[in-house]
C-alpha cells in the first residue's frame, strides 16, 4: 500500500518508519525543511531506541522516503496520515490549526480516494471538522478515520509493531477494509483491532491518558500520605498491583507525570469537560496534585541548607521526562532546575540523552560529560529521572565527590535502610526519610 504520512515529529517518524517495515511505500512529510533535508540525508532527529535501524534499512531498501511537498507526498497514496501537532491554545482545549490547515490543503490537492487517518490526538467531533475542512475544495470522494496513536515514548517501536490494541473510529465500510488490511501485520500478534464510531475513538484516547496520569496521581497522594503515616509506598505499590483488577503499572509515585501528552491531553479533557458544561472533578484534581507534586523536593532542599540556596551547587541526575528519550518537555526537571537558579544556586547536570535539548532552554547550567562530573564539589544531588545508570553508582564516589552526603530522589532509586548504612541524608518520596 502506498502511504503518506504528514508531520515527522515523534509519531510521525514511528508511524512512518514501523509501515515501512512492513513492507508498504511510504512518504513522510513536513514543513520544516531543515528536518526533511536531515532525513534525506539519513539523520534520524530524534532519540528513540531500535527506531534507528528500521529507519536505515526502509530507507535503504526504497520503501521510506521524505519530501516538504504535500502534493507529491500525497500521489497515489491510499491512506494519509496526520501526525500533527494538537498543542494547548490558551484556553487549554486542544489547538487544531495544524489539522485544519492540512485538510484544506488536502482538499485542494487530492485527486483520488484516499482514507484520511486522524492520528493525533484530538478533541471529540475533530473528524467531523476535518471532514468539512476537506470536503470545501474536494473533487474525489474520502474518508476521515479517527484512529488514535497510544506509543509510549522511548518504547514506541514495541508499541507500535505489537500494540495492546488498535483503535479505529469510522462508520465507512470501505476505510474500514482499508485499515483491516493495513493494520494486519500488526494485529497478527493476537491483539484486537476494535473498530467504533469516530467521536468514541476520539475520546478513547483522552480516557486512556487521562486515567493513566490519574492512576500515577493516586500512587502520589498515597506517597503523601505514607509519608505522615509512617507507611512506605513501595510495600503499597506491591500489596495493591498483584490484585490483578487493579495492575501493576503505572503505579510508581515519584517527582509527578511530564512528557509531552499527558499534561496537554489531561487539560484537554478537562476543557471538553467544560464546553460541555460537565464539572469533571477528578481530572482537576489530577492537574492539582501534579503540579504540587513537581515541586515535592524542594522544600527538603531548602529546609536541608537552612532556607539559603546561594552559593550553594546542587547536582542534577535526569533531564529527560523519562528514561529512554531526549525528549524534555514538561519535565519536572525543568521546573526545579529553574527554581533552583531562581534561588540563586548553581546547577551542573547530567543526563544520557536529554543535555542538547535543555541547553537551548536553560544556558545557566553546567552541563557535565558524566553523572560522577555532575557531583564534583556540589552541596547535594537531586534526580529526576530514573536512568538505569542511576540505579547502582559507586555510593563510595558519590560521597567523595559531594561536600554534604545528601540525595534528594524523586524517582526512588535506592533504599532508605542501605543509605543510612551509609550515612547518606536521603529524602524520597512516600518513604521513611534519612536525616
Ligand atoms: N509524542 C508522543 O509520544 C505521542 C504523541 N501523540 C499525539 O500525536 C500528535 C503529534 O505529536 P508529536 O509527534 O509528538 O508532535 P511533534 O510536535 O513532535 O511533531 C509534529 C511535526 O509536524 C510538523 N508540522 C507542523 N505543521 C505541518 C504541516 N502543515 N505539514 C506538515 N508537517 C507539519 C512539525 O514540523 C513537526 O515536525 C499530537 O497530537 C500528540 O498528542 C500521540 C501518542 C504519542
Ligand atoms: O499520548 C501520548 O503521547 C502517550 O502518553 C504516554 O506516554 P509517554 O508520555 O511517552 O510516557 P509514559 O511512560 O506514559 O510516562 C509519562 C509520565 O508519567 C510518569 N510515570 C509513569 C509511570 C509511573 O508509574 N509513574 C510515573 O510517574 C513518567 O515518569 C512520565 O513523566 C502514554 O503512556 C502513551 O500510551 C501515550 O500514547
Known amino acids: ?30 514543513v520544516n525543511e531543515e528536518k526533511i533535508k536531515g532525513l534525506q540525508n539519513g539523520v534520524m532527529p530524534i532519540y ?20 516538504t511537498s504535500l502534493k507529491e507526498g500525497i500521489e497515489g497514496a491510499e491512506t494519509i496520515f496526520l501526525a500533527l501537532p494538537t498543542p494547548p491554545g490558551e484556553d487549554g482545549s486542544a489547538d487544531l490549526k495544524y489539522i485544519l490547515k492540512v485538510a484544506d490543503d488536502l482538499g485542494k490537492l487530492m485527486t483520488q480516494y484516499a482514507v484520511i487517518v486522524d492520528k493525533s490526538t484530538v478533541p471529540v467531533g475533530t473528524a467531523e471538522l476535518v471532514s468539512a475542512a476537506i470536503s470545501r475544495n474536494a473533487t474525489v470522494d474520502f474518508d476521515v478515520v479517527s484512529n488514535p496513536e497510544f506509543l509510549r515514548e522511548g518504547v514506541a517501536v514495541e508499541d507500535f509493531m505489537k500494540p495492546d490494541r488498535v483503535v479505529v473510529g469510522t462508520g465507512s465500510e470501505r476505510a474500514k477494509k ?12 493476537g491483539n484486537p483491532i476494535i473498530f467504533m464510531d469516530e467521536r468514541s475513538a476520539e475520546m478513547t484516547k483522552y480516557a486512556a491518558n487521562a486515567f493513566l496520569a490519574m492512576k500515577i ?30 495492575g501493576k503499572r503505572f503505579l510508581f509515585a515519584g517527582i509527578g507525570y511530564g512528557g509531552s501528552c499527558f499534561p496537554k491531553d489531561v487539560q484537554a479533557l478537562a476543557k471538553t469537560s467544560a464546553d460541555y458544561a460537565y464539572d469533571f472533578r477528578l481530572l482537576n484534581a489530577v492537574m492539582e496534585v501534579n503540579k504540587d507534586q513537581k515541586r515535592k523536593l524542594l522544600p527538603h532542599l531548602l529546609a536541608y541548607f537552612g532556607g539559603d540556596l546561594k552559593d550553594k551547587t546542587i547536582a542534577v541526575w535526569g533531564l529527560a ?8 518537555r514538561e ?17 551542573t547536570a547530567y543526563d544520557p540523552e536529554g543535555m542538547p535539548n535543555t541547553k537551548a532552554l536553560l544556558p545557566g547550567v553546567t552541563y557535565c560529560h558524566t553523572a560522577y562530573a555532575a557531583l564534583d564539589d556540589a552541596d547535594a544531588l537531586m534526580i529526576f529521572t530514573e536512568w538505569p545508570q542511576f540505579r547502582t ?43
Open 1 to 30: 500500500m502506498k502511504i503518506a504520512v504528514v508531520g515527522t515529529g515523534y509519531v510521525g517518524l514511528v508511524t512512518g518508519t514501523c509501515f515501512s517495515e512492513t513492507g508498504n511505500q511510504v512518504v513522510c512529510v513536513d
Open 393 to 435: 553508582p559507586e555510593f563510595e564516589k558519590v560521597s567523595a565527590l559531594l561536600k554534604n552526603k545528601v540525595i534528594f530522589d524523586g524517582r526512588n532509586l535506592y533504599e532508605p535502610e542501605h543509605m543510612k548504612e551509609l550515612g547518606f541524608a536521603y529524602f524520597s518520596i512516600g518513604r521513611e526519610t534519612v536525616s
Open 48 to 67: 528513540e531506541p531500535g527506531l534507528d535501524v528500521l529507519f536505515n534499512r526502509n530507507v535503504e531498501e526504497g520503501r521510506l522516503k521524505f519530501t
Open 331 to 347: 519535565a519536572p526537571a525543568l521546573e526545579n532546575i529553574r527554581e533552583l537558579l531562581d534561588l540563586g544556586a548553581k546547577v
Open 178 to 189: 482499508v485499515m483491516e488490511r493495513l493494520y494486519a501485520p500488526l494485529v497478527r500478534q
Open 217 to 246: 496521581t493516586f500512587m502520589n497522594e498515597i506517597a503523601n500520605l505514607c509519608e505522615k503515616t509512617g507507611a512506605n509506598v513501595d510495600h503499597i505499590r506491591r500489596g495493591i498491583g498483584t490484585d490483578s483488577r487493579i
Open 321 to 328: 521526562f523519562k528514561p529512554y528519550t531526549d525528549d524534555i
